[in-house]
């Protein structure tokens, strides 16, 4: 059992939205800043953003952030990424990652698969 | 905001030395780590802080910087390092991060 699980795959129609969530232990949820970051297939790997464990704060990549939105529920050790007016080229593997030590990722989630 | 640039593929003979490269402005304030990756396989951390190395990673992986570029080595490299390999440091805004798009390393 990992430190971070993920929700399971999803298939959604172009201009429809997506949530998915990334539930953390409470070590690993604690003090932590969990980032997502996305790898469309056979393409590299895409930073999304970034959510405050402790405060809620969120950081999101430029690209993204009309259509973006990072929450946390701290009675769940959840993390959630939504993801609206989804297009073809969000079509990707979906990771939850915990920051190591300046961004140093080193515990993943599984990935989410997500196919639009 | 910056980008991290990576040459797309390198290749070295088996047990030879190889030092993949990334490039970017963000990397003269902020350190670089390198993550190991193979099909179907989420990403291995193998370097943080420039040249530090997780628990488990072999010695033969190594990082280091200096000004704009930074470099991870395998030294005698062996044949389960084939695979993809990715930078990521902060960028310039220091909230947001970037990735470098990735090395294809081949082992020969």
């Known amino acids: 059992q990992g430190q971070l699980e993920q929700s399971g795959a999803e298939v959604k129609e172009p201009g429809a939205s997506v949530s998915v969530s990334c539930k953390a232990s409470?070590?690993?949820?604690?003090?932590?800043?969990l980032h997502w970051v996305r790898q469309a297939p056979g393409q590299g790997l895409e930073w999304l953003g970034w959510v405050n464990c402790n405060s809620g704060d969120t950081a999101v990549a430029q690209k993204l952030q009309d259509r973006i939105t990072l929450t946390r529920d701290t009675s769940t050790n959840t993390v959630f990424m939504e993801l609206t007016r989804l297009r073809s080229d969000d079509t990707a593997l979906y990771h939850c990652t915990r920051d190591f030590r300046n961004v140093a990722f080193k515990d993943w989630g599984q990935g989410t698969m997500v196919i639009v | 905001s910056s980008e991290l640039t990576q040459d797309p593929a390198v290749s070295v003979a088996l047990g030879q030395t190889v030092t993949i490269t990334c490039r970017g402005d963000?990397?003269?304030?902020?350190?670089a780590n390198w993550y190991q990756q193979k099909p179907g396989q989420a990403p291995i951390l193998v370097v943080f802080?420039?040249?530090l190395r997780p628990s488990g990673i072999p010695d033969r992986f190594s990082g280091s910087s200096s000004g704009n570029t930074a470099s991870l080595t395998i030294d005698g490299a062996q044949a389960e390092d084939d695979a993809d390999y990715y930078c990521n440091s902060r960028d310039t805004t220091y909230s947001h991060v970037l990735f470098g798009g990735g090395t294809r390393l081949t082992v020969l």
């Open positions: 409470k070590s690993a949820f604690i003090n932590s800043y």
């Open positions: 802080g420039n040249n």
């Open positions: 963000s990397l003269r304030t902020y350190a």
